[in-house]
């Protein structure tokens, strides 16, 4: 499994390249943000159920009370699982849940079910669970072979109309449906004071407005293919919130924002650009630092000349919740310096 468990949702032309790039199913470029509504009538952390809220497809689901055990296949909603402190009882594809997000660590009582596009239906029927929440990257038929027993929310990747909206959005479906609104509002004012904190930082070190390039890659048969998070990706719409521009002429795909180019392809970028990309040392490797070294074309760009090339910290993940993006503020702040 290489470095593309990052997602589905990609054109088919990111699809051919999922070994290395970062998704392994395929996924609908539906970006309709799933909406919520609650019967329970106390609200908070306290309410009791029932629980309706409608999802992606626009299907509703009830739960007659907040869910407890609760397993999903996709890392987002794992890690805002953690985050609102609700240990799931089943994660698809644990190993590479730990390699990638170290805001949100999982507990040795998670049970791996299986790939993220295909959770193993055995596994899922000895776990006893109340909920199971999913994105549209199952294979066909997955959804309607779970909730023929168990309720199953479908939601959103990603929107890149307002990628941090549809975080929040996100978070505050799984929050409704296990009963912890009161800690997603914790997490919300948290990242605020983040983005502050950052914004403050950013013009601090006189780079507000600077032009900050950020990207992943991966390699295929020797050559090394490179996807720029375009505007309106979630790490560039958090770059953006504390004074940062993104500066990728390329559009992204409408569900995360992400484009696909080569290093010709970087030749584009403004000359006094910031450089900044995410590998993994236990996913993928750095292809920037390993296979791009001796490369004419990426050692005569400006940036990476003048040392503009940062490479973040490995285990971020670029399409999580509120806790990877407040290390994404924290890991921006620390490449300025």
Not at 230 to 258: C, K, Q, R, T
């Amino acid at each position: 499994m290489r470095r593309a468990r990052a997602l589905a949702g990609l054109s088919v032309a990111f699809v051919l390249l999922a070994t290395a790039c970062g998704t392994t199913e395929d996924a609908s470029d539906d970006s309709t943000e799933a909406g919520s509504t609650s019967e329970a009538t106390d609200g908070g952390d306290a309410a009791a159920g029932p629980i309706t809220v409608t999802d992606s497809r626009g299907v509703e689901v009830t739960l007659d009370q907040p869910a407890v055990r609760v397993a999903a296949t996709e890392w987002n909603a794992v890690e805002n699982l953690v985050s609102l402190g609700v240990m799931p009882v089943g994660v698809s594809d644990i190993q590479g849940y730990n390699n990638w997000v170290s805001g949100a660590p999982l507990d040795d009582t998670v049970t791996d079910i299986g790939t993220r596009g295909e959770p193993s239906m055995d596994t899922l029927a000895t776990l006893d669970v109340d909920l199971v929440v999913v994105t549209d990257s199952l294979i066909e038929g997955a959804i309607e072979q779970i909730e023929a027993t168990t309720p199953v929310v479908v939601m959103p990747g990603g929107d890149v109309q307002d990628n941090i909206g549809q975080m929040f959005a996100n978070l505050d479906l799984i929050a409704e449906l296990t009963g912890t609104q009161d800690r997603a509002q914790e997490l919300r004012d948290e990242f605020d004071a983040k983005v502050e904190e950052g914004k403050a930082a950013v013009e601090e070190a006189g780079a507000t407005g600077d032009p900050v390039a950020f990207a992943d890659s991966w390699v295929d048969a020797g050559t090394v293919s490179i996807r720029p998070f375009a505007e309106g990706s979630l790490v560039s719409d958090v770059f953006g919130e504390i004074g940062l521009e993104n500066p990728w002429p390329m559009e992204g795909d409408p569900v995360y924002g992400l484009a696909q180019t080569d290093v010709e392809g970087l030749t584009a970028l403004p000359g006094d650009v910031r450089f900044w990309y995410m590998a993994n040392d236990n996913d993928g490797g750095d292809a920037f630092a390993d296979n791009l070294a001796g490369n004419a074309i990426w050692e005569s760009l400006p940036f990476v000349q003048a040392g503009n090339v940062v490479r973040f910290p490995d285990s971020l993940w670029m399409f999580g919740g509120p806790t990877s993006m407040m290390q994404y503020v924290d890991a921006a702040v620390d490449a300025l310096g």
